[in-house]
């Protein structure tokens, strides 16, 4: 059996009694009791304090175990067996989004504070994020709407181009200051909400509009111009979406920035306009991502953009994918994997409460919220999805600003006038991937062996490493044996309603890992 070096925990005493995870050398949780039955506590920073995470990798022949939970107890058994040498697809990583609102609410922090968010997030006792998404433009989460090279109009060859102060005030010193603090290199995802509304058929930011026709290449060069002004920057855009959401401009009921796309049109633009533009560009090496929206349109779009232009698919390296259609299961991801091979899969947006039914919002120390996060992930990744990309890094108490009343929830949420942050359970939540799973990770296969079972996800390391995630959702513990090999393996009580992560340092153990 495998020795286990270390568990790690600190239990944070509330009325579910959540427990973070925080090891022997970390600054623990700064816990503020919320006072509202049913929500844990949450962890709180300052200019002067911030708890931190790290990583001891565990030494050969051993294994380290990482737990956020919310406690009961009462026991089960779940067996596994975990087969290294059945490997699937490389995960790229794990991040959050630089919106303007996310960057309004950390310019609220005095420069102490802020710091201590990048390192939050970003830095090496942090969750490690290594992935980001930006919006060109403006999105809902601005204050007001705007788009790049509004004036003068009709200006097809774009003229005016120029960044804006959203751009030089929040955005690009909140992302140089996450790359001055990476462990890893952050690749950066870029999405258009809407153009200058004089490309658009109804002239407006919002509402039922396609793009004219005749600013198909204007719009394919607008993208261009982003990157360029971004490198300026000296910030490298990794990859393109070919528009947030293109069914926001064909519904009739969204109210904030949106440009419609059917999925012919959107086809021949990729095929006659984007492609050939990035392609023939001095950016030729930015990945094209299509789609960009819920589960259940991505083959409504993919089929129609390749039927109508089959030469858009030469194009496209990947598809992106929004978490607010999960009603349909996951599977479909691995049935888009099956029929479309070679393109990644890549989850560029989630978060909570943005539904029209969602009575709160904000729902600070939801541990439910937690739970749908690390549910969704673990769908996701089974699934061949290789990275996923949260909403707002963070926002304020209210969900915002967003100049389109449409607040959602965050994993941070800041307090300027008291020079604070907080960080909700969704924010450990999606430490137990970031942390964990770096770069260059490989999944691996997990074979159930037992009538009772816990949602789980493994991979494989680069350094050579097994991680294990497992998400115990039932009300009571379970008993979790993890066969690593035919002779060794490990035995965990895994807490109930708990988020575990497992490293296994398989050294020693004559394991082919290879």
């Known amino acids: 059996m495998l020795r286990h ?3 790690r925990l600190l239990l944070v005493v509330a009325v579910l009694q959540l427990s973070f995870l925080f090891g022997k050398c970390d600054l623990p949780c700064n816990a503020r009791d919320l006072g509202i039955p049913g929500r844990s506590t949450v962890c709180v920073c300052n200019a002067t304090y911030c708890d931190t995470v790290t990583r001891n990798a565990p030494e050969p022949g051993t294994y380290v175990t990482y737990t956020t939970t919310r406690v009961t107890k009462n026991l089960n ?6 087969f290294p040498s059945i490997q699937f697809q490389t995960i790229e990583g794990f991040g959050g989004s630089v919106t303007d609102a996310a960057g309004v609410n950390w310019r609220k922090l005095s420069f102490n504070t802020q710091n201590h968010f990048i390192d939050s997030y970003f830095g090496p006792k942090g969750l490690e994020y290594n992935l980001i998404r930006v919006p060109i433009g403006g999105a809902d989460f601005s204050t007001h709407p705007y788009t790049y090279n509004e004036y003068p109009w009709n200006d097809a060859a774009l003229s005016n181009f120029s ?9 690009l010193p909140l992302i140089k200051r996450a790359l001055a603090v990476a462990t890893s290199e952050i690749k ?3 999405s258009t909400w809407s153009p200058p509304v004089w490309m658009k058929t109804n002239g407006a930011i919002t509402g039922f509009a396609q793009l004219k026709p005749e600013y198909y290449q204007s719009f394919a060069d607008y993208h261009i111009r982003f990157i360029e002004e971004y490198e300026k920057a000296n910030v490298k855009i990794w990859a393109l979406t070919t528009t947030n959401e293109p069914v926001n401009g064909i519904v ?3 109210d904030f920035n949106s440009l419609g796309w059917w999925p ?3 086809g021949h633009w990729v095929a006659n306009n984007l492609g050939p533009t990035v392609r023939n560009s001095r950016y030729n090496k930015t990945l094209i991502f299509a789609v960009d929206d819920q589960r259940y349109l991505i083959d409504v779009y993919l089929q129609g953009m390749i039927r109508a232009a089959p030469k858009s698919f030469e194009y496209i390296d990947g598809i992106a994918i929004h978490y607010y259609g999960n009603f349909i299961p996951a599977s479909i991801l691995t049935s888009i994997q099956e029929r479309y091979p070679g393109k990644i899969l890549l989850s560029t947006e989630a978060c909570e409460g943005p539904m029209p039914w969602d009575v709160m919002r904000v729902k600070i120390g939801s541990w439910e919220r937690a739970e749908r996060y690390t549910r969704h992930i673990l769908d996701d990744l089974n699934n061949f999805v290789v990275g996923w990309i949260d909403w707002n890094l963070c926002l304020d108490d209210e969900g915002g600003p967003n100049w389109a009343h449409n607040y959602v929830d965050a994993p941070i949420l800041v307090y300027g006038d008291k020079d604070e942050f907080i960080k909700q359970p969704m924010f450990y939540a999606m430490g ?3 942390k964990f799973m770096p770069r260059g990770s490989k999944r691996i296969r997990v074979l159930r062996r037992s009538l009772r079972h816990v949602d789980n996800l493994a991979v494989l390391t680069p350094e050579g490493n097994i991680v294990v995630l497992l998400h115990n959702r039932h009300d009571r513990e379970m008993n979790v044996r993890l066969s690593v090999t035919l002779t060794d393996h490990i035995n965990l009580t895994v807490e109930p309603e708990s988020i575990t992560t497992v490293e296994i340092n ?3 153990l004559n394991l082919n890992t290879q």
Do not use: C, G, M
């Open 506 to 508: 398989p050294q020693s």
């Open 252 to 254: 009739p009921f969204v």
């Open 264 to 266: 012919w049109d959107l």
């Open 5 to 7: 070096k270390n568990v």
């Open 188 to 190: 950066i995802t870029a």
């Open 432 to 434: 137990h991937f970031s």
């Open 163 to 171: 960044l804006t102060i959203e751009d030089y005030f929040y955005k």
């Open 77 to 82: 058994e779940a067996s596994y067996r975990l």
